[in-house]
């Protein structure tokens, strides 16, 4: 295997450092931002700290056998006296570095790189299709949230020597972010899960929202290909210039579409025709959007050269992260935890799961979605009109903006409707309400902590009655 190692002297050279101490070792192949996550050898990337424990931070690194670190920080006496074995790198603008350096590592690798943008369903699209890619590859994903300009440079600097392919997850909610992160990830592969309203309050309209994802093609590899929901109505038709375009959909015929679906209580199963051979896949996880994620997956297997049977394996074996639709029985309680983000696209999708599983009561508990500007207030109601239309038994919001979905409810028909300021005036409510064999959906943006009421559900014997 070709070693992947970059010299002190290339470091200093690409962060435009300056060198405290070169330590006993000259090459470096791994690098780490987490002090959890750090292994012997790494060189630690000390990123800004809100409370100021970068100090605390390094010392723990280099304590756990860290080969070194890069930091902005002045180093005190005492650290470069007590590690002069250490390299120890101080560079102007932390994030500046890390970004020429993730630039200078991606080269070293000639592997497929998969890169995911959308308006929702990028995290549970990136996992699916990671898991695909194990069954052939050794694959580096993002972890966390980590799909940011700080996180997708740590990412590739992640890469360890055996990574033979990557899925590298990307956010954004202004114009131009995109372009920042295909440029350092310069991927083989983009895909474009959907054209929604999350972040329409920074940047306006969908059409605004399509063209800032649509950067993701500035970054692309020449032979490069570029793989999008055909469903969604902003991307069926955009043009994609000179890379091909590889389609996948439920409803409109796509170079990968799912027919003869069964929707089950936690997952569903459908038929598909890969080179004129019908093909059944089975998904673990409930809801159309997970549907298109596996035909997502689908073809980027196909695209990578995986055998149709370990693409099925590696559906049917995948598991998401943690708070994005995780459904668990607990106690004869049906409870489904997506409250790691909110916009209208995956309010619908929820509330879709909520309608389909199921359960004596369907209760959605619904809090506020951030970042919609001045189109904040109809598309809660638009979420409000989806509550009446799945016929949710009860409703219980939680926010300033979230009443605008009780109205809405109320109005078109949904009879029993609790508005709340707190989770904690919600929980007080739920222990008069709920009962055996209820199916509960906690669905939010992240920031309204709706952990409090899925750890209360979870631990509490509510539903005797």
């Known amino acids: 295997m070709e070693r992947k190692n970059i010299t002190v002297d290339k470091i200093m050279e690409i962060c435009e450092g300056e060198l405290i101490s070169r330590g006993k070792e000259s090459t470096i192949n791994s690098f780490c931002a987490d002090t959890r996550k750090i292994n012997v050898g790494d060189i630690f990337i000390s990123l800004k700290s809100e409370k100021g424990l970068e100090m605390q931070y390094i010392k723990e690194a280099l304590q756990k056998g860290a080969r070194g670190c890069i930091t902005e920080q002045d180093i005190p006496t005492e650290i470069i006296e007590n590690y002069k074995d250490r390299i120890i790198i101080k560079v102007k603008d932390i994030i500046y570095?890390?970004?020429?350096?993730?630039?200078?590592?991606?080269?070293?690798?000639?592997?497929?790189?998969?890169?995911?943008?959308?308006?929702?369903?990028?995290?549970?699209?990136?996992?699916?299709?990671?898991?695909?890619?194990?069954?052939?590859?050794?694959?580096?994903?993002?972890?966390?949230?980590?799909?940011?300009?700080?996180?997708?440079?740590?990412?590739?600097?992640?890469?360890?020597?055996?990574?033979?392919?990557?899925?590298?997850?990307?956010?954004?909610?202004?114009e131009g972010e995109i372009s920042v992160l295909t440029n350092i990830a310069?991927?083989?592969?983009?895909?474009?899960?959907?054209?929604?309203?999350?972040?329409?309050?920074?940047?306006?309209?969908?059409?605004?929202?399509?063209?800032?994802?649509?950067?993701?093609?500035?970054?692309?590899?020449?032979?490069?290909?570029?793989?999008?929901?055909?469903?969604?109505?902003?991307?069926?038709?955009?043009?994609?210039?000179?890379?091909?375009?590889?389609?996948?959909?439920?409803?409109?015929?796509?170079?990968?579409?799912?027919?003869?679906?069964?929707?089950?209580?936690?997952?569903?199963?459908?038929?598909?025709?890969?080179?004129?051979?019908?093909?059944?896949?089975?998904?673990?996880?409930?809801?159309?959007?997970?549907?298109?994620?596996?035909?997502?997956?689908?073809?980027?297997?196909?695209?990578?050269?995986?055998?149709?049977?370990?693409?099925?394996?590696?559906?049917?074996t995948f598991s998401i992260t943690g708070e994005r639709n995780e459904t668990k029985k607990v106690n004869d309680l049906i409870i489904i935890n997506d409250y790691y983000n909110a916009s209208y696209d995956s309010m619908k999708a929820g509330l879709e799961?909520?309608?389909?599983?199921?359960?004596?009561?369907?209760?959605?508990?619904?809090?506020?979605?951030?970042?919609?500007?001045?189109?904040?207030?109809?598309?809660?109601?638009?979420?409000?009109?989806?509550?009446?239309?799945?016929?949710?038994?009860?409703?219980?919001?939680?926010?300033?903006?979230?009443?605008?979905?009780?109205k809405e409810a109320m109005m078109l028909g949904t009879k029993e409707v609790y508005q709340f300021k707190t989770n904690k005036e919600c929980i007080n409510k739920l222990k008069k309400i709920i009962k055996k064999g209820d199916c509960v959906l906690l669905k939010s943006s992240n920031k309204m902590n709706f952990g409090e009421i899925s750890n209360y559900l979870q631990g509490e014997s509510l539903w005797k009655k």
């Open 97 to 174: 570095a890390i970004q020429k350096l993730a630039i200078y590592k991606r080269k070293m690798y000639d592997i497929p790189v998969i890169a995911i943008t959308g308006s929702v369903g990028k995290t549970s699209t990136k996992d699916i299709i990671a898991n695909v890619l194990k069954q052939k590859f050794d694959v580096a994903k993002t972890e966390g949230n980590y799909n940011n300009h700080i996180g997708v440079p740590i990412t590739i600097l992640n890469w360890r020597e055996n990574t033979n392919a990557a899925v590298v997850e990307m956010g954004m909610n202004h």
């Open 186 to 316: 310069k991927p083989t592969i983009a895909v474009i899960t959907n054209i929604g309203t999350a972040h329409i309050g920074f940047l306006g309209s969908r059409e605004n929202i399509l063209k800032a994802k649509l950067e993701i093609l500035e970054g692309l590899n020449k032979n490069g290909k570029i793989i999008i929901n055909n469903d969604n109505d902003m991307l069926s038709n955009c043009k994609t210039g000179e890379y091909k375009k590889i389609t996948y959909g439920i409803k409109n015929k796509s170079n990968y579409t799912a027919y003869d679906i069964n929707r089950l209580d936690y997952g569903s199963n459908y038929k598909i025709k890969i080179d004129d051979k019908e093909e059944k896949i089975m998904v673990p996880i409930s809801g159309d959007h997970f549907i298109y994620n596996s035909l997502c997956a689908i073809a980027v297997g196909r695209e990578t050269g995986i055998e149709i049977n370990k693409i099925i394996e590696g559906i049917r």
């Open 353 to 406: 799961v909520l309608k389909n599983i199921k359960g004596k009561r369907k209760i959605a508990i619904l809090g506020d979605m951030l970042e919609l500007g001045d189109h904040s207030e109809i598309l809660h109601k638009k979420v409000g009109e989806e509550v009446a239309k799945n016929k949710i038994d009860i409703l219980c919001t939680i926010g300033d903006l979230s009443k605008y979905i009780a």
